[in-house]
């Protein structure tokens, strides 16, 4: 029954999170690209921003995906604790995937932006332009793709030191 509990609350909680992740990341994302107001081009019909914030959020879900894993029943669990245990480490693999995430798509995003010399992404997206926003989209979605084993040994890694 611990269990089901557990899978139920997980369904809900990834729902939650996926939002909660989705909007941050474009809140954040909105923040550091400085001159382009996305929200204001995602209104104004700006596919180029679309597929940028589009494929962010997928990143985000790649990377997050190991979040929603079933923890192992430590040995001296008590009874009944199961379904605490399996939330808070949740929680606190979700925040690591998230904060590392972040950090690695937009410092992808950084790295590839310095690389590509006097092309200006983000004033290009802001211009609409599909070909800058569709190689940007498979830019950070690569860089999900390549961190995200990475997050998942480390939040494997702070899950074992804070719950053994």
């Known amino acids: 029954m611990e269990m089901v509990f557990v899978l139920?609350?997980?369904?809900?909680?990834?729902?939650?999170l996926a939002a909660i992740s989705a909007y941050t990341?474009?809140?954040?994302?909105?923040?550091?690209?400085?001159?382009?107001?996305?929200?204001?081009?995602?209104?104004a019909g700006n596919a180029a921003v679309g597929v940028t914030l589009g494929a962010l959020v997928i990143a985000l879900a790649i990377i997050l995906q190991s979040s929603l894993r079933a923890p192992g029943v430590p040995e001296d669990l008590q009874p009944g604790?199961?379904?605490?245990y399996?939330?808070?480490?949740?929680?606190?693999?979700f925040a690591i995937g998230f904060?590392?995430?972040?950090?690695?798509?937009?410092?992808?995003i950084a790295l590839y932006d310095r690389?590509?010399?006097?092309?200006?992404e983000f004033a290009e997206i802001k211009k609409g332009?599909?070909?800058?926003?569709i190689t940007l989209a498979a830019v950070i979605i690569a860089?999900?793709?390549?961190?995200?084993?990475?997050?998942?040994?480390?939040?494997?890694?702070?899950?074992?030191?804070?719950?053994g």
């Open 8 to 16: 139920i609350a997980k369904f809900i909680i990834a729902i939650l």
């Open 129 to 133: 332009n599909m070909g800058v926003a």
């Open 81 to 84: 604790l199961y379904p605490l």
């Open 115 to 120: 690389m590509t010399g006097s092309l200006d």
């Open 86 to 93: 399996a939330l808070v480490e949740l929680l606190i693999r």
């Open 25 to 43: 990341g474009i809140f954040l994302f909105d923040r550091a690209t400085g001159d382009i107001d996305e929200w204001a081009e995602l209104r």
């Open 143 to 163: 860089t999900a793709l390549l961190i995200a084993p990475v997050v998942n040994i480390a939040a494997q890694f702070v899950s074992e030191l804070l719950f």
């Open 99 to 108: 904060v590392a995430g972040l950090v690695g798509v937009l410092t992808g």
